[in-house]
């Protein structure tokens, strides 16, 4: 258990301040590998959640896995219904979707996060989800594990 009082198997890491303005609220960046496939978890505070973004690639490359590890939170790729995550939620975002993920607002959210290595790989940040379409998601107490 960290300081936060949040319990998760992997370090939760510093300040995402890398990348903090592409976020709403807090994050946290713990490396857990580098080399041809980084590996990282990332937690997120209650109702931290990152920008809409693409991630780009060819010849396999590009694609987002989102292993969620502790707490609870949501994915949603553009035109799709969000979907509730919960610790053993896998999740294969194929490269060229717009798509954010987050803790949902009553609860921590912590997932280990990669991009599968290819031809032309990088990260497109967009505009931050909408506060009011944020707000519409039910919180982790009103929706047990789905939307």
Do not use: D, K, M
């Given at each position: 258990m960290n300081d936060h009082g949040f319990e998760q198997i992997f370090p939760l890491g510093e300040t995402n301040d890398a990348y903090a303005q592409y976020f709403t609220g807090q994050s946290y960046n713990a490396p857990l590998t580098d080399g041809a496939v980084p590996v990282?978890?990332?937690s997120f505070e209650?109702?931290?959640?990152?920008?809409w973004h693409i991630h780009h690639g060819t010849n396999g490359g590009g694609d987002q896995i989102l292993m969620c590890t502790a707490g609870s939170g949501w994915y949603q790729a553009d035109g799709e219904e969000p979907v509730s995550m919960v610790a053993g939620t896998v999740i294969?975002?194929?490269?060229?979707?717009k798509h954010w993920h987050g803790a949902k607002s009553d609860s921590w959210f912590s997932h280990v996060?990669?991009?599968?290595?290819g031809d032309g790989v990088s990260n497109e940040w967009l505009e931050p989800l909408a506060d009011d379409e944020y707000r519409r998601l039910p919180a982790s107490t009103d929706d047990g594990?789905?939307?």
């Open positions: 990282a978890n990332i209650p109702g931290c959640r990152n920008n294969r975002v194929p490269a060229g979707t996060a990669f991009i599968t290595p594990a789905s939307a």
